[in-house]
């Protein structure tokens, strides 16, 4: 039931007291008054309170329980980030407060910004972007204004590889841009021949992810680099799975030209599955006059905006972007240190080693090699024997009280399941984990019927995805 | 009628120069419940091998590639109401598009019932 259907005309949380100030009508044109009150709903405040209480009890979390769902990087969001973010001083102030007045505000975005291109190896950023595709769309948005800059207009193809986030392909047509798909090996990695068939004085760009979306590192890497730079095109990475390799390699020294982050996976920030995430993206210095306006620089002591930059692609954002999210994340880098980053990414591969090992006893796994921060379980092989889809396993899981790894997806695998521990989960988790998993594959082989109707505990059961899909209801309709 | 496959998992159906395409239910079956087909406009000139048309399914959006090269005759019309016939009947009632070939001649290229088998086994 949605709060509009719980509301009671005339009950109220709050009455105001009465008052000695003159009631006075405001000079609105009449066209522009509403003939009709808005429907709001009209409840008391326990009401209010009990109905999102209910909702978030319904709600899973990482709060909750473990959420293995790969690519995502679900790591805990340490709670002192909510204490620094809540603190007045970044919370009761407004963007449109004069810069002069919101200086300490604009010394977190700078210094962010310093950090994450030390940590990156980048020579400049903006921290304008929303999300992850959002930083994609800006820096696809970048690589065009470079290239129209120098007066080439003949490069109109991104290259992104098979098995590249969806949003890749996505950012880079919503750029203009013609996505030419790159076959990938067998495990996943970049096809030198393939590449080298594809490069020609067309290409703007080349988009990659390393690790790549079977967690394994692009070995490659410094000779794609050289290759996509010796046709004249950049080379773009993701930073989904930077979590893998933070503190120990910079996508900056590997050779590429422009990085996205996802504050709300590798820099702790919680996910908001919609809500304010961050995705800064970072620059080598020759594109540094292409970043949206106003950068934030510091001069004589002072932070502030600069918008003289005349070949920016403009701004992508209002604002400054979701500026509480960089208070979390800069808080997590600082508590954590040089040394604590680093120690959190080694911490991601040895637990998603530890579990792929564990998982490999029950399940095939997409490729042997020692992985990074995530895995890929290929299921073809426990589908065909037992009938059971990697869905119906993924729905299981939810009665076990975890959350299901992400399925389907990368697509070069079938029947994918992908798990990405992180690194704030203990042994005891990643065994339990393991545990649950090979009792369903176990249920699967004798009790096949069980899995396929799970989920039996959850809230709700089987969505009608189908339906959803083909008739999405974007918004609530009062009936009548 | 001579039937043929493409192994990027498209079937054909010929009468004639009008070849009728559809996704095979080895295809199907490995997309999930289908919730939209992109069908192309009347009159596209497509090559072999090129993108045709795409697929949305509840796990991902899929390229249909022409299994031959002509123009787009005629679409399924019925897939905008009732995507769900890609699912249901891949090979009959849930074609996708009739194309007038140029090239009757690349048909020789393709898979008969019986490869085409084979060539899904070795995917699996």
């Not at chain 1, 929303?130 to 800059?149: F, K």
């Not at chain 1, 590249?164 to 495990?187: I, Q, R, W, Y």
């Not at chain 1, 059961?461 to 609530?476: E, H, I, Q």
Request: glycine share 6%; hydrophobic share 40%.
């Amino acid at each position: 039931m949605t709060i509009f259907e719980k509301s009671v005309t005339g009950r109220k949380a709050f009455r105001f007291p009465d008052t000695a100030i003159e009631k006075r009508e405001f000079d609105i044109p009449n066209h522009l008054l509403r003939k009709k009150a808005p429907q709001l709903p009209e409840l008391s405040e326990p009401d209010v309170v009990r109905h999102y209480t209910d909702l978030a009890s319904k709600n899973y979390s990482v709060d909750k329980g473990f959420y293995p769902l790969g690519s995502c990087t679900m790591k805990y969001n340490p709670k002192i980030n909510e204490y620094t973010a809540a603190l007045r001083g970044f919370s009761q102030i407004h963007p449109y407060q004069p810069w002069e007045f919101t200086q300490g505000a604009l010394q977190i975005i700078f210094e962010l910004k310093e950090f994450l291109c030390e940590i990156t190896g980048m020579d400049d950023m903006t921290l304008q972007p929303a999300a992850g595709a959002h930083g994609e769309l800006t820096g696809m948005l970048i690589a065009r204004a470079y290239h129209l800059s120098k007066g080439d207009f003949k490069r109109h193809i991104a290259l992104v590889p098979d098995s590249a986030h969806g949003t890749n392909p996505a950012s880079a047509a919503m750029a203009g841009f013609d996505v030419v798909e790159l076959k990938s090996t067998e495990d996943g990695l970049i096809d030198l021949a393939e590449l080298k068939k594809n490069l020609s004085d067309e290409v703007a760009v080349l988009m990659l992810t390393n690790p790549n979306t079977l967690g394994l590192f692009e070995k490659d890497i410094t000779e794609i680099a050289k290759m996509v730079h010796d046709a004249g095109a950049l080379l773009y990475y993701d930073g989904a799975n930077l979590n893998a390799i933070m503190g120990r390699v910079r996508p900056g020294d590997m050779g590429f030209d422009i990085v996205h982050l996802n504050l709300h996976k590798t820099f702790s920030a919680p996910h908001g599955m919609g809500g304010p995430g961050s995705g800064p993206v970072g620059v080598k210095s020759f594109l540094a006059e292409f970043l949206p306006i106003p950068v934030i620089r510091k001069a004589d002591d002072k932070y502030y905006p600069d918008f003289n930059l005349p070949k920016s692609i403009g701004r992508v954002r209002s604002f400054y972007g979701n500026f509480l999210v960089m208070v979390k994340a800069y808080t997590y880098i600082l508590t954590m240190g040089r040394d604590g980053l680093t120690h959190a990414s080694r911490m991601a591969v040895l637990n998603a080693n530890y579990l792929r090992t564990l998982i490999s006893r029950f399940l095939n796994i997409a490729s042997p090699r020692t992985c990074m921060h995530e895995f890929v379980v290929d299921g073809s092989e426990f589908v065909r024997q037992t009938g059971v889809k990697v869905l119906d396993v993924a729905k299981r899981l939810l009665d076990y009280g975890v959350h299901a790894p992400t399925v389907y997806f990368p697509l070069i695998v079938h029947e994918a399941m992908m798990i990405e521990p992180t690194e704030t989960e203990s042994k005891d988790t990643l065994d339990m984990f393991s545990k649950i998993l090979k009792q369903i594959v176990e249920e699967a082989r004798t009790k096949p019927d069980i899995v396929k109707n799970a989920p039996y505990k959850t809230p709700v059961r089987r969505l009608d995805d189908v339906t959803a899909t083909k008739k999405p209801v974007y918004r609530f309709k009062r009936q009548g | 009628m001579m039937k043929k496959y493409a192994k990027t998992h498209e079937w054909v159906q010929v009468e004639g120069k009008v070849a009728t395409v559809g996704i095979s239910n080895f295809a199907q079956d490995k997309l999930g419940d289908v919730v939209y087909v992109d069908l192309p406009q009347v009159g596209k000139v497509v090559k072999k091998g090129e993108t045709l048309m795409s697929i949305e399914s509840v796990k991902a959006a899929s390229d249909v590639y022409a299994p031959v090269s002509g123009k787009v005759l005629q679409v399924n019309e019925k897939l905008n109401d009732q995507p769900e016939l890609v699912n249901k009947d891949p090979e009959g009632e849930g074609w996708l598009v009739k194309i007038e070939m140029t090239n009757p001649n690349e048909l020789n290229e393709l898979l008969d019932e019986g490869a085409y088998k084979k060539h899904c086994e070795e995917e699996e």
